[in-house]
């Protein structure tokens, strides 16, 4: 058996995916502060920790279904350790098992610590993140990912930093989500061909490359006008306006994908990357936002 390093372990987690699970629970502890809830900054970091976990966990699993359905293959892009023969499947079930196990946990300790609630918030984005690949296959990707990386992470932060859930959050669920969800939409318009050759049913084979490639545009784009939606209706600060220094890139991402005509696949293979890039951008700038509305 050969022999892996940290950092080959760590590279099969996929850790350049980690912004679309870390962003929900940062941008919610910035909101709370900014209203000036108390909040538990333990906590805080408990909670972004285990639920980096849980979706490096989610990656392997996700991993090793897309290895046995043939969805990944030689000539398919993205994850390529078990197709090559880096890693094996037994090998990226322990790893999953074992992050698993951490997280579940970690998860306990704080529902004891905080409260049940907790608790079915927990189950559910567990049981999501275990059925994600079987769901994925026919479809339902895209709204697992809404709720495993958006709606649930949000509610669950405010629960655990404050005592109680704060569903006024969940405005901002909206962009986060969707720029999120992007990630996944990325991948799957370029995989089509080779997602139909594994029988495998995703979002983007149901309604076509070329409205895939415009609704990824929208899920990029969307999140900025959402923004001005919230700011207009003094729902949310004025501040909030920094995330539109993203916008640049959300633009050139939403162009890459829309040439994919002229430049085929090849022009946008490491799009899922570089909207989690866009994702972490977005975020840090909502974040810098809210900091700004608390002091001033």
Not at 166 to 189: F, K, S
Request: one cysteine or more.
């Amino acid at each position: 058996m050969k022999k892996h390093s940290l950092k080959d372990w760590i590279l099969a987690t996929r850790p350049w995916s980690f912004p679309a699970s870390a962003m929900p629970v940062m941008v919610t502890v910035a909101w709370l502060w900014s209203r000036s809830f108390e909040v538990s900054w333990g906590f805080a970091l408990w909670a972004l920790v285990n639920i980096i976990i849980v979706h490096a966990a989610g990656n392997v699993w996700s991993d090793i279904a897309d290895f046995k359905s043939g969805v990944d293959a030689k000539d398919t892009f993205g994850v390529r350790l078990l197709v090559d023969g880096q890693f094996t499947p037994s090998e990226f079930r322990r790893l999953s098992l074992t992050l698993n196990v951490i997280a579940i946990i970690g998860g306990l300790l704080l529902v004891w610590l905080t409260g049940p609630t907790l608790l079915y918030i927990g189950i559910a984005g567990i049981l999501l993140s275990l059925f994600y690949p079987h769901l994925k296959y026919i479809a339902l990707g895209d709204l697992v990912i809404i709720f495993c990386y958006s709606l649930l992470p949000m509610a669950g932060t405010s629960f655990i930093v404050s005592g109680e859930v704060h569903w006024e959050v969940l405005w901002l669920a909206v962009p986060v989500g969707l720029i999120t969800v992007a990630i996944l939409h990325a991948n799957n318009v370029r995989d089509i061909e080779t997602d139909h050759r594994a029988h495998i049913h995703t979002f983007p084979m149901l309604t076509g490359r070329r409205f895939g490639t415009w609704l990824y545009a929208f899920e990029v784009i969307f999140p900025f006008l959402w923004l001005v939606g919230l700011m207009v209706a003094q729902v949310e600060p004025w501040w909030l306006g920094t995330a539109f220094l993203a916008m640049p890139v959300a633009i050139k991402n939403a162009r890459t994908i829309l040439a994919y005509e002229r430049g085929g696949k090849a022009s946008y293979a490491n799009l899922d990357e570089l909207t989690a890039k866009l994702q972490l951008m977005f975020s840090f700038l909502l974040i810098l936002g809210l900091v700004l509305a608390h002091f001033l």
